[in-house]
């Protein structure tokens, strides 16, 4: 261990331009960046999916917390402080507690990202960007390296072990798959777009329910992977990546939805 506190103001800088966090066009309710500042000094990571209550409540029992987390406190736009809102404020302030949010650009990017880590868990190979979304890509399409098309059935057992969770599949394609299309998180509205990209398999993490019977109508075979299940990779290895570069220990607080 290099030190044991490290400077908030450092470590935030350095994960702005790691993920390009003014760069990337995003919703505006993902606020990218930090989004709760504490006295400035950091003592720990906790990488989490959600800044819900229960994750800020467990963070923030360690003064000097810095929580890195994909989705943020402010998707609702902005808020009275009452609430859980109010809830989680003051757990924070009270725990000296720092929290750092990035959500389309720890999607898509190209080491560190969701999409492109869920990709090779899978296996796929000749891996690029894919599937352009406010003015960048945000998924990554690819083939299964050095399998050949497996059953759809296989591949979502392939898919359920590196999620660590259950799949459902549409099964509107091929009975087999070679080419797959990944975009983390609530993509399936996005189906309509996968069949022009030349892929047996779209990947995500969960759709509206008329994207099933879309995905059967356009032929392609869709995997709903979990919404969080699909977006735990992105805030491990950016936590991981920033521990390893300042010395400070790390760790996952999972907190899965089953979505």
């Known amino acids: 261990m290099k030190n044991s506190l490290q400077s908030l103001s450092r470590l935030v800088s350095t994960m702005d331009s790691l993920l390009q966090t003014e760069e990337i066009n995003d919703y505006p309710g993902a606020v990218n960046g930090l989004q709760i500042e504490n006295s400035g000094s950091v003592t720990r990571i906790v990488a989490a999916v959600d800044a819900c209550e229960e994750v800020i409540r467990e963070s923030s029992r360690v003064p000097g917390t810095l929580l890195l987390v994909h989705h943020g406190l402010f998707w609702k736009g902005v808020q009275t402080l009452t609430g859980a809102h109010y809830r989680k404020i003051k757990t924070a302030l009270d725990g000296d507690l720092a929290l750092y949010s990035s959500h389309l650009p720890l999607d898509l990017h190209p080491k560190l990202g969701n999409n492109v880590l869920l990709a090779r868990a899978l296996g796929l190979s000749a891996i690029k960007p894919a599937l352009e979304m406010k003015g960048q890509t945000v998924g990554v399409q690819g083939e299964l390296s050095g399998k050949g098309p497996i059953k759809r059935e296989a591949f979502a057992d392939l898919l359920s072990g590196a999620v660590g969770g259950h799949v459902h599949l549409a099964p509107g394609g091929p009975k087999t798959v070679k080419s797959v299309l990944v975009v983390t998180g609530g993509a399936g509205s996005e189906v309509a777009r996968a069949p022009a990209l030349g892929v047996d ?13 879309a995905a059967e109508e356009l032929g392609i075979n869709l995997f709903y992977a979990g919404h969080y299940a699909t977006e735990t990779f992105g ?9 390893s570069q300042s010395g400070l220990p790390w760790s996952f607080l999972d907190h899965p939805t089953g979505l």
């Open 201 to 213: 398999a779209f990947v995500t993490g969960e759709g509206p329910h008329w994207s099933y019977t």
């Open 235 to 243: 805030v491990k290895a950016l936590a991981s990546l920033i521990a």
